[in-house]
């Protein structure tokens, strides 16, 4: 009798690479703006004039950067979230709900926002 040496396929989770990068890429731009807009409003508030409303939108401003900075992050962290086959479906989530987020703080030009957009629905559908 001879046995058959055949030997079946392991199948490996396929990773969304392409879904990480592209959200990978959004967060540091959308990181980017929120550091822009930080020293934008420290420059305001420091260089303007003696008028009390300059001081007011360069603290706006430094707030608003500050809540871009917490959302990258999160961004950031579906990313790596997304690169993981078991946790790819909870991070794209966090990726799409944090990148539409993401436009209240400028969004990283907006290209940050489409990108995360993009990685977030592709990580969806596992590419």
């Known amino acids: 009798?001879?046995?058959s040496n055949t030997q079946q396929p392991i199948s490996v989770p396929k990773k969304a690479t392409l879904a990480f990068?592209?959200?990978?890429?959004?967060?540091?731009?959308?990181?980017?703006?929120?550091?822009?807009?930080?020293i934008r409003g420290e420059a305001l508030?420091?260089?303007?004039?003696?008028?009390i409303w300059h001081?007011?939108?360069?603290?706006?401003?430094?707030?608003d950067g500050a809540i871009g900075i917490v959302l990258a992050i999160t961004i950031i962290v579906g990313a790596i979230l997304i690169y993981n086959p078991k946790t790819?479906?909870?991070?794209?989530i966090i990726v799409l709900?944090?990148?539409i987020l993401s436009i209240i703080a400028g969004g990283g030009w907006l290209v940050g926002l489409i990108?995360?957009?993009i990685g977030g629905i592709l990580?969806?559908?596992k590419k």
């Open 55 to 63: 001081r007011v939108l360069g603290l706006a401003i430094r707030a």
């Open 115 to 117: 990108l995360g957009l």
């Open 1 to 3: 009798m001879q046995q």
């Open 21 to 38: 990068a592209l959200s990978l890429v959004g967060g540091i731009l959308v990181l980017l703006e929120g550091l822009v807009r930080i």
């Open 88 to 92: 790819q479906m909870a991070g794209s």
């Open 97 to 99: 709900i944090f990148a």
């Open 45 to 51: 508030a420091v260089l303007g004039t003696d008028r």
């Open 123 to 125: 990580g969806l559908l």
